[in-house]
């Protein structure tokens, strides 16, 4: 499923995505590809723009992302 994102001020797309899915394989690709205005952007996004973070795989042998709430 995929998940809407509005960026904050001085967001980039690969923090997003590193943010989002824990990994920057594949998925920095992934977010151009969703959102085909991004690639007529500079790096630095303005604030106030929803990108679309579409689900992707994990690729193999990347650990899990873990989140400080989501340990017990």
């Keep these: 499923m995929a998940v809407e994102n509005v960026?904050?001020?001085n967001d980039m797309l690969d923090l997003i995505v590193w943010r989002h899915y824990g990994f920057?394989?594949?998925a920095v690709e992934a977010g151009p590809d969703a959102n085909p205005p991004l690639s007529a952007r500079p790096p630095m996004l303005p604030e106030g723009v929803t990108i679309?973070?579409?689900e992707i795989a994990r690729p193999r042998g990347t650990p899990p992302k873990i989140r400080l709430w989501d340990v017990p």
């Design 52 to 54: 679309t973070l579409p």
């Design 7 to 9: 960026t904050g001020q």
């Design 24 to 26: 920057q394989q594949r």
